[in-house]
């Protein structure tokens, strides 16, 4: 997040790993980039394979959106992000494979959305109802700072980046398995 001095400035201000959740409007945005410059920059994955861009995944995304973006900050992605105005707390922890086609996890956050829209009592919050286009997921690959993998995974499993997001989700976990 930037955050502007009294002397004009533009700083970056540091969010807990844990506050660090992405929109599916965010989410959004990073697919639309990602397929319109797959074909004209001719990406590969890592065998050097061209990539369809219905088949992008997470290692592709890294390499060439998240890495890239987040080069002159040292960030993550969810820091560095114009869009990301302060802590973002999650309401879901999503968990996923990277090697999916990243296009597949997005139809997956959609179908989150649709399932657990409705929020009209405690139980349906408690549940996790409520979510929107702006209703922020801890993702991995988006909130951990790939450019210091170590400060996410911890000698203490507790005090590890994907233990303290489920705290802060309150144990609200979702596998994206496929469509």
């Known amino acids: 997040t930037r955050k502007t001095t009294s002397n004009g400035i533009s700083s970056y201000v540091d969010i807990p790993v844990e506050l660090r959740g992405i929109t599916p409007l965010q989410l959004k945005a990073i697919r639309k980039n990602a397929t319109r410059r797959c074909n004209e920059e001719h990406w590969e994955d890592r065998d050097g394979n061209k990539v369809d861009p219905e088949k992008i995944n997470l290692y592709v995304i890294n390499t060439y959106v998240i890495k890239p973006f987040t080069e002159f900050t040292k960030k993550s992605l969810v820091e560095s992000l114009p869009s990301t105005a302060g802590t973002q707390p999650p309401w ?9 086609p990243f296009p597949n996890l997005c139809a997956c956050i959609d179908a989150l959305i649709k399932d657990f829209q409705w929020n009209m009592d405690e139980s349906e919050e408690a549940r996790g109802g409520g979510m929107t286009m702006d209703t922020p997921i801890w993702i991995c690959a988006f909130a951990n700072n790939q450019w210091d993998l170590g400060s ?20 609200r976990v979702v596998s994206f398995l496929d469509r």
């Open 92 to 100: 879901w922890f999503g968990s996923h494979w990277w090697g999916d």
């Open 152 to 171: 996410a995974v911890t000698s203490d499993p507790l005090e590890s980046s994907f233990v303290k997001a489920m705290k802060e989700a309150h144990f």
